[in-house]
Nanobody
Framework: QVQLVESGGRLVQAGDSLRLSCVVSVRTFSTNAMGWFRQAPGKEREFVATISGMGFSTYYADSVKGRFTISRDNAKNTVYLQMNSLKPEDTAVYYC????????????????WGQGTQVTVSS
């Protein structure tokens, strides 16, 4: 039984910054690599960023590399996504999940997803 709660999304203008949070209820949180995903209307869910269990390694999609930073606080069972220089194409519902298969593979582990948090970037 796992619970994923994403928050922090809102309407912003292009060039603005946002910090998303994901609180995860799982006993072995520190042993799980975690990832952020997003889904825009009419499109499939796509990988955004991943981070290793202890936070020592990260991996990013080319579309966000250099602009987004993923981090985690295992004492709080929380994963963060700092988003800078936001663009209209970043508009989507953002989700978090545990991942497996390597950080660049980013295969979701939990079958149940959270409600996600909406990020809307106006031009």
């Amino acid at each position: 039984q796992v619970q994923l709660v994403e928050s922090g999304g809102r309407l912003v203008q292009a060039g603005d910054s946002l910090r998303l949070s994901c609180v995860v209820s799982v006993r072995t949180f520190s042993t799980n690599a975690m990832g952020w995903f997003r889904q825009a209307p009419g499109k499939e869910r796509e990988f955004v960023a991943t981070i290793s269990g202890m936070g020592f390694s990260t991996y990013y999609a080319d579309s966000v590399k250099g602009r987004f930073t993923i981090s985690r606080d295992n004492a709080k069972n929380t994963v963060y996504l700092q988003m800078n220089s936001l663009k209209p194409e970043d508009t989507a519902v953002y989700y978090c999940n545990a991942v497996r298969g390597g950080l660049s593979v980013a295969a979701p582990v939990f079958g149940t997803w959270g409600q996600g948090t909406q990020v809307t970037v106006s031009s």
